[in-house]
T-cell receptor, first 117, second 116 residues
Framework: AQTVTQSQPEMSVQEAETVTLSCTYDTSESNYYLFWYKQPPSRQMILVIRQEAYKQQNATENRFSVNFQKAAKSFSLKISDSQLGDTAMYFCAFMKLSGGGADGLTFGKGTHLIIQP | NAGVMQNPRHLVRRRGQEARLRCSPMKGHSHVYWYRQLPEEGLKFMVYLQKENIIDESGMPKERFSAEFPKEGPSILRIQQVVRGDSAAYFC??????????????FGEGSWLTVV
C-alpha cells in the first residue's frame, strides 16, 4: 500500500513571497503519477500540477513548479509570487500506474496555506 | 463543457435515514470514482465504477454503503441507516479512461452530508 505524508499542517507567507510545500511518499512501485490538488474555501478540488514518475524533468505550470526527487520519494510544490487567491488547503496525491487497474488516488492529509496581504 | 456535477451539495439526515448522493461525470467520461473526506483529513478512495460495473470497491465500508453507475443516468452513492460518523464530504470524480492509464481525474464540488 502507498502512503503520502505532508509534514506541514499549516504555513503562512506574505503576498508575493515564494513558498514550498513538502510531500513525501512511500511505495514499491516504479511507475506512478504524483499530483498536487488545491482545495480553496469553496471546497472544490482543483488540480494544480501533475508529474509522471518516468519523467526526470520537473513539471511546471505558470507560478507552480515541483521538485521531484524519485530516489528520495519526495515531491515538493513551489509557489512563486504568491497571491491571496492561493490561500487554500493543498493536497499531495499518489496514483499507481497499474495498466488498467482500479487503484484510486492516495492523498496526504494536506497543508493549509495562508497568504497574508 | 460542464464539469463533474454533484447533487445535492448539502444534505442533512437524521440517524437511521438513508442518504443518496448523485454524480454526473464530465461529458465523454465513462469512469467514475467516489471519495470521502472526513474533517481535517485528505480524501480517501471509496469505489471506482464504469457503466453498469463496479470495478473496485475496496475503499467502501462493507455494510450500509453501496454505489452504482447505471447505463443511463448519474452514478449514485447510497448510504443506508446513516450514523453520525458518516458525516463527511463525498466527492465524485471522473476520467475518460481508467486511472491505470494515467489519466488525470477531475473532481466535482462535493456533497456535504451532515447526520444529526
Amino acid at each position: 500500500a502507498q502512503t503520502v505524508t505532508q509534514s506541514q499542517p499549516e504555513m503562512s507567507v506574505q503576498e508575493a513571497e515564494t513558498v514550498t510545500l513538502s510531500c513525501t511518499y512511500d511505495t514499491s512501485e516504479s511507475n506512478y503519477y504524483l499530483f498536487w490538488y488545491k482545495q480553496p474555501p469553496s471546497r472544490q478540488m482543483i488540480l494544480v500540477i501533475r508529474q509522471e514518475a518516468y519523467k526526470q524533468q520537473n513539471a511546471t505550470e505558470n507560478r507552480f513548479s515541483v521538485n521531484f526527487q524519485k530516489a528520495a520519494k519526495s515531491f515538493s510544490l513551489k509557489i512563486s509570487d504568491s497571491q491571496l487567491g492561493d490561500t487554500a488547503m493543498y493536497f499531495c496525491a499518489f496514483m499507481k500506474l497499474s495498466g488498467g487497474g482500479a487503484d484510486g488516488l492516495t492523498f496526504g492529509k494536506g497543508t493549509h496555506l495562508i497568504i497574508q496581504p | 463543457n460542464a464539469g463533474v456535477m454533484q447533487n445535492p451539495r448539502h444534505l442533512v439526515r437524521r440517524r437511521g435515514q438513508e442518504a443518496r448522493l448523485r454524480c454526473s461525470p464530465m461529458k465523454g467520461h465513462s469512469h467514475v470514482y467516489w471519495y470521502r473526506q472526513l474533517p481535517e483529513e485528505g480524501l480517501k478512495f471509496m469505489v471506482y465504477l464504469q457503466k453498469e460495473n463496479i470495478i473496485d470497491e475496496s475503499g467502501m465500508p462493507k455494510e450500509r454503503f453501496s454505489a452504482e453507475f447505471p447505463k443511463e443516468g448519474p452514478s449514485i452513492l447510497r448510504i443506508q441507516q446513516v450514523v453520525r460518523g458518516d458525516s463527511a464530504a463525498y466527492f465524485c470524480a471522473s476520467s475518460p479512461l481508467g486511472q491505470g492509464a494515467g489519466n488525470t481525474i477531475y473532481f466535482g464540488e462535493g456533497s456535504w452530508l451532515t447526520v444529526v
